[in-house]
């Protein structure tokens, strides 16, 4: 089983609706969850955390679900310019701070 | 604010040739990773430094991959010999704190690797 696992997609959908992704991961031991953006030919960037608790950030809400070990975010109110991959990142836990990248899921929104 | 500072931004080089891959992490920065991302393999960690020290370099591929930290604002991660599977993008990123925060990683807009 790889470390972090995403569906590639591609997710098309209209404007305006909402698509929701899901990430597993291996290692329980993990503690620091994220999401990343990146957008064509460019670097990732930090779109944001995961807490425990969940949390939201405008139409972004990312939730983690420690007893099945998977981490979601959902899109609401889609936009032409949330296109881009979306990339899962765990840490890998026991300790130690490494960061491990999901391989991504593409959205596609349009008109 | 600087970002982090990747050096060159494309190169495109002949089988067999060295390669050599530059980075400045942020000012202030304390950890150092370099990735590389292809289509086929997605983002793959090579090589982790906290306080210039190479932590985990488990994802280098072969002896033919090297990478140095000789101060806190300069890296490098050097091919030789290339070869053509060796094409992707080569990623540096940086980030504050002590291993276990999970503090933001910062990433570098990458260095552009072909080889023929």
């Known amino acids: 089983r790889k470390e972090v696992e995403q569906d590639p997609g591609p997710f098309n959908v209209p404007e305006g609706a909402t698509v929701a992704f899901n990430c597993t991961y291996s290692?329980?031991?993990?503690?620091?969850f994220f999401w990343y953006r990146q957008d064509c030919r460019k670097e990732p960037k930090l779109l944001m955390s995961?807490?425990?608790s969940g949390n939201e950030d405008g139409r972004f809400t990312a939730q983690l679900n420690r007893a099945s070990q998977y981490i979601s975010l959902l899109i609401r109110d889609s936009k032409l310019s949330d296109s881009a991959t979306y990339l899962c990142?765990?840490?890998?836990?026991?300790?130690?701070?490494?960061?491990?990248f999901g391989r991504g899921t593409s959205l596609i929104v349009h008109p | 604010d600087a970002g982090v500072i990747q050096s060159p931004r494309h190169e495109v080089t002949e089988m067999g040739q060295e390669v050599t891959l530059r980075c400045k992490p942020i000012?202030?920065?304390?950890?150092l990773f370099w990735y590389r991302q292809t289509m086929m393999r997605g983002l793959e960690l090579l090589i982790y430094?906290?306080?210039?020290?190479?932590?985990?370099d488990s994802g280098m591929p072969e002896d033919r991959f090297s990478a140095k930290m000789p101060n806190a604002s300069f890296s490098t991660l050097k091919i030789q010999p290339s070869e053509p599977r060796d094409s992707a993008v080569y990623f540096c990123?940086?980030?504050?704190?002590?291993?276990?925060?999970?503090?933001?990683?910062?990433f570098g807009e990458g260095s552009w690797l072909t080889v023929v």
């Open positions: 990123a940086s980030s504050w704190g002590q291993p276990v925060s999970g503090n933001t990683i910062y």
């Open positions: 290692n329980s031991a993990s503690q620091s």
């Open positions: 995961v807490y425990s």
């Open positions: 990142v765990v840490n890998r836990g026991g300790g130690s701070y490494i960061p491990t």
């Open positions: 000012s202030g920065h304390n950890s």
């Open positions: 430094f906290n306080n210039n020290v190479p932590i985990d």
